[in-house]
Structure formats: structure tokens, C-alpha cells
């Protein structure tokens, strides 16, 4: 892993890569922090469909809009899952790759953590104290679970809905999907989450020294994909 400058990043000016291709929302971006603040400075939408033949022109344009180069970077910050298998593999490649090629910090952001931090954007500092949970649908009646306190991740877990109502018992949940919505209506609903939500994250990362070993980091599926449990069972018969 890189021994990034960024190491010693005290409230200072510095730019921000930021990867989000795990599915609907996700997308690229630049953001410029400055002291406490990233405010985004250039973004590109990449729907799922596009991500693969869309990634590096995305990348291309945000560089160009903010008039930064990869030079310029002091880190980058990449979702890493849960999420489409393929989508995340691409984001996840082309961040590890980045950061190698241009010797700086890598960030990994939970998918999950994203989606919690928009409940409490909508509650303020006050509710930083609550136990959260974020849901994200997981295909096959299945719910990727997060459950957090604040900025701590307690529990990243895919359960069956039945499970997931019974795990959420009466305490606050964050949907973005219409499946999970009807299965708990009285969560709260919000858009789909991206790079934007991903900033924040990705500062208060930043400013900890809380960086990823590109070697060791790997995608957050919190299942093994149909592909590798076919490769497995192959590998033993």
C-alpha cells in the first residue's frame, strides 16, 4: 500500500476521486476538500448497463470539467459493494489500479455506510447516538442488512426479509428501492445514493488516515456470487 502525504492531512486543500459503479446511483466523481468541507466538483452518472464501456470517458470528462489531473489526487475513494457483482468488480478494479499507477491512498466505502449516512444527514448531529439500519435489496427474497451507530459499523449482513423484518424490530431503517419499502413501509425512503453521499464518507476517512491496503481489499458481496460457488463445486467434484 502506498505511504500516502495524505498520512499527515490536517484540515488542508486536497482533491478527491471517488467510484461508485455497485448499481443504480452510482457514478464518478472529483471532489475538493477544503478544511472540513468536500464540496463535488465535477460528477458523472454511470447506469449499470453503461458502466464498463462508460468508465474511463467518465473519468476523462471529470478530470477535464474540475481541470485537475490524476497528479493532482491525495486519494481515492471507491464503494466497494454490496451491490451488482459485475458493477462492483469494474469500480473495484479500476480504483486498485489507479491507486498503484499514481502511488495514493485508497478509501473503501461500504454501499451500506452510504445509504445510513443519508438518514443521518435528515436527522442532524443529535441522532449520531442511534443504532441505524440501512437495506439493500439483495434478489432472491434476500436483504443486505447494515447495521450503524454513528460513523461505527456494527453488522454487514444479508438475511431473508422475514429475518430482516424480525432484526429491525421497532428501530429506525433506510430503504432506496420500491421492494424494501413495500416490505417495511414505515422505513424511511430515500433516492438512490451515489459519489455525492460517498464524499462525506470518504473526508472523514481522509482526515483519520483511514486508508484500504489495495492487495488485501476486496469486494464487499456479502455472498459468493453464483459464478464462483459453480467454480467451487467444480473445483471439488
Known amino acids: 500500500m502506498p505511504s500516502p502525504a495524505t498520512a499527515g492531512y490536517h484540515q488542508g486543500m486536497a482533491w478527491l476521486l471517488l ?57 481515492i475513494a471507491v464503494v466497494h459493494g454490496p451491490g451488482s457483482f459485475t ?24 454501499r451500506l455506510e452510504s445509504l445510513v449516512s443519508r438518514w443521518y444527514a435528515a436527522r442532524g448531529p443529535e441522532s449520531l447516538h442511534e443504532t441505524v439500519q440501512a437495506w439493500l435489496d439483495a434478489g432472491r427474497g434476500d436483504v443486505f442488512v447494515g447495521r450503524y451507530r454513528g460513523a461505527v459499523r456494527e453488522e454487514e449482513v444479508m438475511l431473508p426479509g422475514t429475518a430482516a423484518l424480525a432484526a429491525a424490530g421497532d428501530g429506525p431503517v433506510v430503504v432506496m428501492e420500491d421492494r424494501l419499502a413495500e416490505l417495511l413501509p414505515r422505513a424511511l425512503r430515500v433516492s438512490p ?12 476517512k481522509l482526515v483519520a488516515g483511514e486508508f484500504a491496503d ?21 473445483q471439488c467434484a
Open 87 to 110: 458493477g462492483v468488480r469494474i469500480g473495484l478494479a479500476a480504483a486498485k489500479g489507479l491507486a498503484d499507477a499514481l502511488d495514493v491512498p485508497l478509501i473503501a466505502i461500504s
Open 19 to 75: 467510484l461508485d459503479t455497485c448499481g443504480e446511483g452510482g457514478g464518478v466523481g472529483l471532489a475538493r476538500v477544503d478544511g472540513a468541507t468536500a464540496a463535488l466538483v465535477a460528477e458523472r452518472l454511470l447506469p449499470g448497463r453503461e458502466t464498463q464501456e462508460r468508465l474511463m470517458s467518465a473519468l476523462d470528462e471529470v478530470f477535464a470539467e474540475a481541470g485537475v489531473t490524476g497528479s493532482d489526487l491525495d486519494a
Open 193 to 204: 445514493v451515489g459519489v455525492r453521499e460517498a464524499s462525506g464518507i470518504a473526508l472523514r
Open 214 to 234: 489495495t492487495a488485501l481489499l476486496d469486494a464487499n458481496y456479502l455472498r459468493v456470487p453464483d459464478a464462483e460457488l459453480a467454480l467451487r463445486a467444480k
